[in-house]
């Protein structure tokens, strides 16, 4: 007794994969997804799908989920993923950049990355920072505590 597909695909879906396959204007991900589809609407099993495709059997059982949760859609066009929430506001931002063009404090010649997270803590901007956060901001910035020139404000006499 011949094995069930699958995936059954309605002749429709069927054309919009193939047409999609034969286009060939997608990332070849995208491509390999949709012929797994097809090949697997013909009753391909999941072990031959994956040899037949160099991929491990999940990335099948993946692509069939995908396909019985969104449909065709699904399969062809990811997720767009969510930006992550930035640590600082703009205006915190703006803050610790002003703190950073700043005179250092006495007996620091400039300002060092533990010195600006100290500091904007007990300014107030922000109840914890990570030295790490403080440092992709300046980096972000074009800025550098110890350098002459910090970025975030012009160079002048007084920075030199």
Do not use: Y
């Amino acid at each position: 007794m011949p094995r069930q597909p699958a995936v059954s695909l309605t002749q429709e879906e069927r054309t919009t994969l193939e047409a999609f396959v034969h286009r060939g204007s997608a990332n070849a991900r995208t491509i390999t997804r949709a012929r797994l589809l097809l090949k697997s609407a013909e009753g391909w099993s999941t072990a031959q799908l994956a040899e037949a495709f160099d991929v491990c059997e999940a990335t099948v059982t993946n692509v069939r989920g995908r396909f019985a949760r969104g449909g065709v859609e699904a399969v062809l066009h990811d997720k767009v993923q969510q930006h992550r929430r930035s640590a600082l506001s703009g205006l915190q931002t703006a803050h610790l950049i002003a703190v950073a063009c700043s005179p250092a404090p006495d007996g620091h010649d400039h300002w060092t990355v533990r010195l600006l997270a100290d500091k904007a803590v007990e300014l107030g901007f922000v109840e914890t920072i990570s030295l790490d956060t403080i440092h992709r901001l300046l980096k972000k910035m074009n800025s550098s505590p110890g350098g002459t020139n910090t970025g975030g404000c012009p160079l002048s006499e007084g920075n030199l």
